[in-house]
Each structure stands twice: as C-alpha cells, then as structure tokens.
C-alpha cells in the first residue's frame, strides 16, 4: 500500500482518516483544547495501530501553538512549562535519573540544527556528580548532552555514536531532540511532538538509518522534534488540492470539468510532482525566510522545558538564565 | 500592465518573449557558449528597453554554469577568472580606483548572507594606503569593503549607511554583492549576474526600498547578484504549468478537457496561488536544504573573481588564499 | 612628564596619587558602596582635572563587582539595573531621544568582540518609528544600532563610518559600548565604566585614532566599557612589584639589599620588561581562559542595561527576554 | 623531584638540561635545519628517559617555524607537506587503514579550539566506504573525524567519548589534535609537535584525565598539538630571569647586589609568583590578541597536512581546495 512518510502522528492519522473515511484502529486519541494551544495524545496501543500508523507503540503528545511565530514572550514561557508537564506525565525520569540528551541534526544546515541548538542551552551537570562523587542532588538532576553531528560530518553513523556513548555512560534515560519535516507548511515551528517511542529509522530532515530507541540502546528514549521544513512536492500537491478543490467549487457537478478535476486529485499527481521535480528533488526544501531565528527561539522553547522538567530545582523563573 | 518582478535580466526578457512572443525591443543580447557555462549579455539601451524589462538602461551579465552544485575545484576556479573577466569588462575600474564593496543582505539569513560572507572572504587593503599615505601600488588596488546589515537588524535604511560611508570616503567605484530571488529552481546557485546599474529598489530578497547606484552614490555602481531562493508561489506556478502542460500532451485538442487545461495557464492562477498560499507568503522561500554550504562555496567564487579583478598583482595561483 | 595610559579613569586616579602622593587636583569623587558593587564617580571638573588626569573634562562612573565572575544571575540583573540607573543618572537621554547604539571592537578577536556582541542583544526600533512616520511611542525608545568592525576589516577609519551614519540618521545621542585594557587583572571583567566623555583617541584595546565624541559627532556620546584584558608588561610589571615588595619586608632597612630593591622599583624597569618583551609585544594580553563565555555575560548585562535605561516600558521582567 | 609540567617534549629536555647541566639519558635527539624551519625529533628510548622526560617512550617531532605568523602563504604550503611528510614517517598509516580524527578542546574557547577548528577542514571520507561497501580506494583513505567536546560542554569524560566510538567503528589509527600550553611565547603558534605516543593524562589546555593512547584505545595514536598560550606564572618567571640577566651583567661578581641576585632566580621565585597570581590564576592565560584569527591559519595548515598525508590521491596542488 502506497503510504506517504511524515514524521508526525497527528499527520499519519490525518492521511489514514483521509484515506479510510474513518478513526484508525488500535489508537486512543485524547485532545485538550487551550486558548494559546491544543494538546493531541495519540497512543498507539497495539500491533493494528502500528500498522495503519506506519509508527511504533507508544504514545506521541502533539502541542499545536499557531500563534507560536510571533515573539510573545509570555506565550514562549507557557510553552516551555506545557513542554516540561508532558515531559514529566510520559513517566520516564525520576529525580536520580541519569539523562543523556542527544541533539540530532547537522549544525550547519539552518533547518537541521534544532538539536544542536538546544544542546548549547540544556544546563548539563553530569561533571559535578562524576567530579564529586554523588549520586543525587537536591537541586539538580544528573544530565549529560551531546551533539553527535550528521554521516556527511563525521563519517560514521549518528547511531553508532550515540551507543558508543551510552555504552560508556549508561544513562536511565536518552531524550533525542531533532527537527522533523511536516506536511503542512502551517505546522512548521508551531507544532511539537514529544513522544517515549525514541527515534525511528526513516524520522527527521536526513536520513537516519539506525533507531534511536529501547531496542536500539537498552533503555527508554523520549524523543521531542519540531517540523522546519515542508518536502517541496508535498507542498506542491497540498496547493494543488486547494485550487482544483476551489475550481470544483465553482464548476457543476456532472460536467465533464468536474469530472476531470476530480481525475486530477488522484494519487499519481503526486508521483506527476515528483517527477517534475526529479532533477533537484532530493535537497530541495520549503522553509520560512527567516528559520535561522526561528530555529533560535525555538531551541530556547525546548532547552527550557527540558530544564524544567528535568531538575527538580529549577522554575521559570530561572530558567531564561540559563539559556544563552 | 501585469509585470511578474525578477531580479534578473534574463529573467525578465523571457517573460517578456512568453507574454509578446517576440525579442523585447530596445535590448541588445549577446551570447556566448563554452562547455562548462554561457554568458549572455543582455544591454538595455534606451527608454523603451526600460520599460519593456522593466529594469534601468545598461549592461546585464548572466554568467550560467548548470554544473556549479557539484563540488568541481577546477571549474570553480575556472568561474572565478571568468568572473574577474566579466567585472574587468564592464570597464569601470582603474589601476588607481578607490573601490568600496558593500555585502548586502542578513547574515543570520542563511540564503540572504550571500553579501556578508563575500566581504569576510575579499582582500581589504585602504588601510595601508591609508596609513602609509600612498595612492597608487603596484600590486593591490584599494579596496575598502563593509556589510552594513538589513534594516531590521540595524534600525538604519541599508541605503542610509552606505550613503553615509561613500560620503566620507568617496569611493571611484561602488561594487555591491547581494542574493537574489530566482523564477526558476534551476537558477538557484547557477547563475551569476553582473551588471552596471548598481542595485535598484525592489530587488534583492529583502525589501530594499532607496537604490545603490549612480543617481543616489554619484558613483558608478557595478551589482553582483546570485539567486538564491525561489518564492513559493512561483515555484507552485511553474510546476502547475508543467504538469498541466503534460496532461495537455495527452489530452485531446478540442474536447472540454483541453480547453479547461488551457483555461487554467491562465495568469490568475498565480494569484489564487497566492491567496492560498497568503497565510504564510511573505516569509516563505524554497530553498536548497544544503544553502549554507552553497552559500559558503559561492561566497569563495564571487570574492576570489573580485580579489583577481580588481588587484592588478593578483592571480589565480594566489587567490585562493587569501579566502578563510 | 612620563604617563602610562590607561583607559580607566579610576586607575589613572591611582597612577597619579602614587606618584603625586595627593588626590588629584580639579577632581571630585564621589564613592558608594554597597553589599555587591562600589559605585565611583570621578567629575573632571577643569582643566588642571583633564591634565593630571590624562582624560577630558567630564563624569567617569566606575562600577567594581568583584564576584561578577561567578554565574550568579541574580547579581547580573542588580548590575543590569544599576547600569541603567546610572546610564539615566547621566541626564543625556530622555524619552524622545532618537539614540544609536555603536558597537566598536573587532568580532573575530574574542575580548575584542564585547561591542559588536552587545549590538546583537540591544533592541533595536528604529526602522518601527520610520515604517509607521511616528515620533514617540509610550513603550519604546527610536534606537538605532550597529557594529562598525575595525579599520583592519573594513579599510575604513572606525570614526568615518560612524559620522557618516551619524549624518544621515541624525539622532540625539551616541552611546559607544568597547572593550577596554585594564593595569590591573582583578578589574578584567568586574568593572564597567560608563562616561559623558565619549570614546576619545587612544582608548579601547585597538587603536582608535579618531575619537567618538561631542566634537567629532556633534552630539553627546556616552561611552561604556567593560577592561578584558592586561597588557602583559603592565602585568609583569605590577606582580614584580608585589614580589619586590614582600622581599622587602623581609629585607633589614639600610642594607644593601634593601636599597637594590628600591633600586628595582623603578619606572626603568617597565621600559626593561616592555625591551624584553618587544619581539612578541604588540599583540600580546593577558586575558582569562574562558574569555569567550565572559564576554557573552558581560554582553547580556550591558545590553539589559541599556534596555531598561533607554525603552520606558521595559523593565527587569522583561529584559531577559530580549537578548538572545 | 620538583618538575615543571610541559606538554612539549623539546621544553621537557631543556628543563632537564638547565637543571641537570647534561643531555638526558635514555633520550636520542635528531635535528635538521632548513632555511624556514628546524625539525627536531626527541626519541625517549627506555624506562630512564621516560623518567627524566616525564614523557611516554616513542617518538617526539617538534617543528619549529619562526616565521610562521606571519602570513607567508607558500611558507604555509611548505609546512602542511612537512606535516604530512613527518605524519607518514612515523609508519603508522597504510593505504587501506581505517583512521579516526579526533579534534580535542573547546570549540567556545579561543586558544582550545584549534582541534575542532581542524575537524571541521579534513577531508572526511568514511561515509562512502560504508555507504559503497568499500574496502579501499586509490584515490582516498577511510577517515572518520569527530570533535567530542569537553566535560564542561557535554558532562561526559572526552576519553570516555572516544572509547565509545572507537570501540563500534574500529579504526586501525587515531590521530588526536590539541591545543596545548608552551612555557616560552616565541613558541605560540611557531611549533608544531608530532607524536605517536597520543595524548596523556595533564596534557593539553584543559585537564585531560583519561589519556588517548594505545593502553585506553587499543591502538595507535599519533598525537599532533601546537601550543596556543604561556601560563601567566610561566611568562612572569621568565621574563624576570631575563630582568634580573640582565642586571648581573651590569653588576660587580662578589658583591652583595650580586649574589642578592643570584639569590632571586632560584626556583621559590616561580612559587612566589603562583602565590602573588593565586586568586586569579587558574584561569589566565597568556595568548596573541589575534589569536581567534591565528587558530585559524593553523588548523589549515593542519588539515591540509592531514589530507596529503592520509589520503593517496591528494596533493598540495588539490588541498587549498578542501579546507573551507
């Protein structure tokens, strides 16, 4: 069965509502309606769900935050908060946790370099307790951070890395941030997605070969992404959808127009895209103009929740200290 | 009349041809066609050139090299000559000018740094004339060389600052380097245009509202342009158009079919592409997902082709350098 | 008359009262201490104050914290505030002011980059008060800002560029943020001084021949300047000094060792270490390791500082929230 | 036995010459002179030269290069073949090694980023032998470079990162880069140092407390660093040994002056001054102000004699056009 990849849940369920006419089976959906934001739980609670899905089990917490674009400051605060409340509700760090954060993504491709951008503003203390011996501390908890770079970078797998280290390390948890693709240009840097199914080969701008996960490095793996791009075709077939669906509007039912707007929205209008596309395809990318200072805001967003929600020491009114 | 605006020359002479179906009048075209590139040298050379381009009488080099995305040294440096070439051809540097170069754009832009990163990269050297007096060298010209930032990093008009500097200084020759947009996809970090008109309002991908060239600097003004985005909505368009061009090849000519296909190209298409696309338009680009990385490569090629230009002591076995 | 130049008002205070054995004449001081900081406030009042102190007629605000260093963030926010009152206190700026903010220094020398660095976290309005044709608005102040690079950059004279921008924009005050050289280690990073003076030539770590001031701009120029480095034979100097010093002590008046020491301390020893250092000198300071992260702090103070000294609607809630 | 701690192997014999007013046993020193460089090659032989040394036996290249600073590009040229020249003399790389680059210190501090300034400019090539299934290639070797950060960055012992690697992707030979500390500063940024003995414990900037080495890596490790800064201790000492020269010269033998001065440079002076720079000391550091700008051109150079050297298809000819 043809099945378009995105990384988001709320967007696999989107296109299997889209296709089937109904609620995919084997997943609870739970939404909470804010002012600011809508919080969607999607738990893909057994083999069905992660079939029809095309994701693993496990629960993907999306945070919908359209106005999220404009520099409220106050609104970036009340989302960092809502970050660490569904960080802290998967359930998977106690105060003595060893956490390892992973920041994915190539540091010098504007809208990969989410991860590497929250890994500079994560406060990182693992050196004290390795420096004087302890085990817990009131005010901090045990977090390690790295960014382990891309294949084009470094040459070696980003999975590799990451074990290698965990490995040495052993951390209770690893909390993989990266940045995601949407297929929707009104999702980019208005939706987060955290979810404690890690990392899976095929999510994220590049390609990732190896999972991030449970099975993959041994313990839990929450990871968090933001979409920064849209993929140029999808993009392309979205907007042509919107004008034949205008021009169907307009035009009689019955009609041989009609009928032929219908032809066009068919599947392989999408594959038509592709191909129109072909010579410059694999790197072509829809982004706003400005993704380099939206990527900046963002990491800030995220590199405060992930302070929040992991030192029990540490509020809001902290926090923006210690972000850089 | 409807006037899709481009910043480049070559660009507005096949809208023109599309639109009128003949060679747009009052414009002189020259080109010339080696196995790595063409140069077509477009001269608009009266008023009625002017309007037809919708662009300021004078000289406008394209410069287009398909292969340049590839990581070929050799044909990078082969550019760099022909650069130097173009710009020595336009004959409006001496051995004794005082030359000022201005990197247009905002570095934390990544396909608007274009500028920026060309003046981090070219051979500074009015300081030591300067310091030591001289007025003349053997070797190097003088060359002074600034990016004064964008409007919303500075608060001050681009045009301003540059006014301002060219007053105290009084420069022979002002050289401004600046990203472009692009109608085409394919154009995007290929082609590079040179022209001696110096940069008017309304190019370059930000809003530029007060012109760099003879009539504000009271010097001439040679502008160096690179695409290095396409805006969506063109890139939708054209993509429509060949799609809808390639149904039109099968289609049979005289059903409804055709004629709806041919209803479609129709120029408000653009617009309700535009309409669709408003909620997020002004800020959104498409963008190779690598442009840092092109923009690097690039920046090397246009500052090396303006380091062989203007120093008479320079060549290429020297030039690459004196790029970082 | 042999003078070492200094670019502190309180150190030049120091020099003459060790050699002159008296406080300076033409000088008021005024001093305030508290749990944290001690605020100075040196008034050169005429012309014998300009003479014996080596500086212009005008007020120097020396602010010392000696535990700035440590990452206590409550402290940066009283220093923040301080800066603004004293900024205030200066009686140059009121809520029409039209202000522009220059950021003089070098960004690719580290204690160089404290200006341009604190250019990136002002906020800048201008370009609101020009788009929209106002004169004044309730919450925020007109402020312009930019980074001007040095002559070695740029090929032109700092001072140029700035009158130039001044020309053209007009605005009521200057306020030039540079990184100073300090004689003494424990002022690196721990002292801010804030002047009515203006830069003027000679101060800051780079030469800067042409100086930033009401006679050279045309309007008041408040100048702030946080010491990042010693000169290393200022350095040498002043810890032989303190080991000649402790030898004495320990040393029987009238010996002959006892007067070899006095010999010693003699201003031909500062000749004597400046001859053995010369090959290297030029270019050597001595500066904290980890230079690049303090000037980030001291960047983000300074520019707080200016925030709520300049904008009325901003205060310490809010001003972490506009640096980057 | 009083030692003072030198990460270059050259210092470590003139210390134990001026102490012990003979050549070191156990140590076999090689030297070659050429108009722009001297190469000195200190083999420590047995366990007594380890000891006399305070060095791991195996083998010590330092290349000296007076006139480095300056910016004498064929002169760089020359040193990048020498570098690669004396890398492939230590025999350790073969046409069909697997090598891993390891850049070592802080990409945010200035003088320590000279290994993650040369990651960033090698050729790295690993992706394709694992993406093509390759074993071995005519024109390029297997080379896998990562920057692991510090512990203050990450939270995570840099050894401990290293071992995670290599112990997944298995190198046949790491090459370690660093920053490291000289005791005289004609040597900053003038000396290069080869090693295959790699890094060990309380070398480099910062403190290393794993060491890099065949014992923890379970392979080869060529170690090359270039020292970046003078401990302010280190500079103040020296110079004064130059001072108080200086006075001897001029003073009587026998008299009591004299022997006063006889008396100053004993080693308690060097203690003396640690106890007069105590409360700032551990982190000041004495280093070229340009120094940002001078990592730079080294890790050029560096990277280019990585590149000869490793890779058999790569020449001085192709190796400006590698690094960025």
Same mark, same amino acid.
């Given at each position: 069965?043809?099945?378009?990849?995105?990384?988001?849940?709320?967007?696999?369920?989107?296109?299997?509502?889209?296709?089937?006419?109904?609620?995919?089976?084997?997943?609870?959906?739970?939404?909470?309606?804010?002012?600011?934001?809508?919080?969607?739980?999607?738990?893909?609670?057994?083999?069905?769900?992660?079939?029809?899905?095309?994701?693993?089990?496990?629960?993907?917490?999306?945070?919908?935050?359209?106005?999220?674009?404009?520099?409220?400051?106050?609104?970036?605060?009340?989302?960092?908060?809502?970050?660490?409340?569904?960080? !802290?509700?998967? =359930?998977? #760090? @106690?105060?003595?946790?060893?956490?390892?954060? &992973?920041?994915? +993504?190539?540091?010098? $491709?504007?809208?990969?370099?989410?991860?590497?951008?929250?890994?500079?503003?994560?406060?990182?203390?693992?050196?004290?307790?390795?420096?004087?011996?302890?085990?817990?501390?009131?005010?901090?908890?045990?977090?390690?951070?790295?960014?382990?770079?891309?294949?084009?970078?470094?040459?070696?797998?980003?999975?590799?890395?990451?074990?290698?280290?965990?490995?040495?390390?052993?951390?209770?948890?690893?909390?993989?941030?990266?940045?995601?693709?949407?297929?929707?240009?009104?999702?980019?840097?208005?939706?987060?997605?955290?979810?404690?199914?890690?990392?899976?080969?095929?999510?994220?701008?590049?390609? !990732?070969?190896? =999972?991030? #996960? @449970?099975?993959?490095?041994?313990?839990?793996? &929450?990871?968090? +992404?933001?979409?920064? $791009?849209?993929?140029?075709?999808?993009?392309?077939?979205?907007?042509?959808?919107?004008?034949?669906?205008?021009?169907?509007?307009?035009?009689?039912?019955?009609?041989?127009?009609?009928?032929?707007?219908?032809?066009?929205?068919?599947?392989?209008?999408?594959?038509?895209?592709?191909?129109?596309?072909?010579?410059?395809?694999?790197?072509?990318?829809?982004?706003?103009?400005?993704?380099?200072?939206?990527?900046?805001?963002?990491?800030?967003?995220?590199?405060?929740?992930?302070?929040?929600?992991?030192?029990?020491?540490?509020?809001?009114?902290?926090?923006?200290?210690?972000?850089?």
């Amino acid at each position: 069965m043809y099945q378009i990849h995105t990384d988001l849940a709320v967007e696999s369920r989107e296109l299997y509502k889209e296709r089937e006419k109904r609620e995919v089976p084997g997943v609870e959906v739970e939404k909470e309606e804010e002012d600011n934001y809508t919080v969607t739980r999607v738990k893909i609670v057994n083999e069905i769900g992660m079939q029809s899905m095309g994701k693993a089990i496990g629960t993907y917490i999306t945070i919908d935050v359209p106005k999220l674009k404009k520099t409220d400051e106050d609104l970036k605060d009340e989302i960092s908060q809502l970050v660490a409340k569904e960080i !802290k509700g998967l =359930g998977k #760090n @106690k105060e003595d946790s060893k956490i390892l954060i &992973i920041g994915l +993504g190539n540091w010098n $491709v504007s809208p990969d370099a989410l991860g590497p951008k929250v890994i500079e503003r994560v406060l990182v203390t693992r050196q004290y307790f390795v420096n004087y011996n302890k085990e817990i501390d009131e005010t901090v908890a045990n977090v390690a951070a790295i960014s382990p770079g891309v294949m084009g970078l470094t040459g070696i797998e980003t999975g590799e890395i990451v074990r290698g280290i965990v490995e040495k390390i052993n951390p209770d948890l690893v909390i993989a941030v990266d940045a995601l693709a949407s297929r929707k240009m009104d999702r980019i840097s208005t939706t987060i997605q955290i979810s404690d199914t890690g990392i899976n080969p095929g999510s994220g701008i590049g390609n !990732k070969r190896m =999972g991030l #996960n @449970k099975d993959t490095l041994g313990v839990p793996v &929450i990871a968090i +992404g933001i979409p920064t $791009v849209v993929d140029a075709a999808t993009m392309i077939n979205d907007t042509m959808d919107l004008i034949v669906g205008s021009m169907k509007n307009e035009a009689q039912v019955g009609s041989e127009f009609y009928s032929m707007l219908n032809e066009i929205s068919k599947e392989d209008k999408y594959s038509l895209i592709q191909e129109v596309l072909e010579p410059f395809m694999p790197n072509v990318v829809v982004t706003p103009k400005e993704i380099d200072l939206i990527i900046d805001d963002l990491s800030i967003i995220i590199a405060n929740g992930l302070n929040i929600a992991l030192h029990p020491g540490i509020d809001l009114k902290d926090v923006n200290r210690y972000i850089r």
